[in-house]
């Protein structure tokens, strides 16, 4: 909401992703920083037990593990 606030939001942020407007903004500070993290699940079990009390615990372990990520991944 801050960089909405800042920079305005965008209307076509879907076909111009090149845009300043801060809808845009967020997306890249989000996206961009993805790469930079080691691959591994535990960002996302964390966000699972922070909102969800682990509910999706094994599936997302599994999605994982299928994409050959995690500890001793296995299909």
């Known amino acids: 909401a801050a960089l909405v606030g800042q920079w305005g939001l965008s ?3 879907r076909t111009n992703p ?12 989000f996206i961009d920083p993805l790469p930079l993290q080691p ?11 922070n909102r969800y009390n ?7 372990w599994k999605t994982f593990a299928s994409k050959g990520l995690g ?3 296995a299909n």
């Open 11 to 13: 209307l076509d942020s």
């Open 18 to 29: 090149d845009g300043t407007e801060g809808n845009i903004v967020y997306m890249h500070l």
């Open 39 to 49: 691959c591994n699940p535990t960002l996302y079990l964390q966000a699972d037990v």
């Open 54 to 60: 682990g509910t999706n615990r094994c599936l997302l």
């Open 71 to 73: 500890v001793n991944a």
